[in-house]
């Protein structure tokens, strides 16, 4: 069987890295892309045209599937509608997985000018959509200090808590490592989109995979 193959939408290699080290978790043959094109990080909706413009023309090695794994999914469809195989974005997978059985969700993420794209697509794919919960600052700044990242995460879950949320998503591929981290700090489960991807293209394509951690999606 071919590899999965996973598509970073931005340049970071050290993203890639880090998002390929949880897939692995959960899928066998998994290989990484960076789109070498884009920005270093996607914080607003020229990069994350841009993204999108270039990963839907990207000459792409042959995949059992592809994960797009920026959560504004950029280039998913485009992708969809030319290659042969599934194609999962991971902010559609998270919004289908938090929204399965209507319970009300709630994003938290580090991008507010992403926020209308987030919102759209959340809409589009998962029902009792509560909001867009945001952290203050600069998205670069948060990111380059783990630390002061968890700790605004937190908080922004805690507001989507107290605005009824019951599942939480943690909206970026680059934050999917502080989602582990903070898990156990949030009081209600927290759900992971490349995870959920992980989950989509398993039950797709038939790879077989370890199973998926109970505390991967979940907080306390």
């Known amino acids: 069987m071919k590899p999965v193959l996973l598509i970073n939408p931005n340049s970071s290699e050290q993203t890639t890295a880090a998002m390929l080290r949880i897939v692995m978790k959960h899928l066998p043959d998994v290989r990484g892309w960076t789109n070498v094109a884009a920005p270093k990080m996607i914080t607003d909706p020229a990069a994350l045209e841009q993204a999108a413009g270039s990963i839907a023309d990207a000459d792409l090695p042959p ?3 592809v994960i797009v794994a920026a959560f504004g999914d950029p280039g998913a469809v485009a992708l969809a509608q030319r290659l042969d195989c599934p194609v999962v974005g991971i902010g559609a997978a998270a919004a289908r997985a938090a ?13 507010p000018k992403l926020a209308p794209a987030i919102d759209a697509l959340m809409q589009a794919h998962g029902s009792g959509y509560l909001g867009c919960f945001l952290t203050p600052g600069d998205p670069e700044a948060l990111m380059a200090d783990p630390a002061a990242l968890d700790r605004a995460l937190i908080r922004a879950c805690r507001a989507a808590t107290q605005a009824q949320a019951q599942r939480v998503i943690i909206g970026g591929g680059p934050l999917a490592e502080a989602a582990i981290r903070i898990a156990s700090e949030v009081a209600v489960p927290l759900v992971q989109p490349l995870v959920a991807a992980c989950q989509e293209v398993g039950s797709r394509t038939g790879h077989p995979g370890p199973p998926v951690p109970d505390g991967s999606r979940s907080g306390r």
């Open 99 to 111: 929204g399965q059985d209507g319970a009300p969700f709630a994003v938290v993420t580090t991008t």
């Open 63 to 65: 995949a059992s599937a």
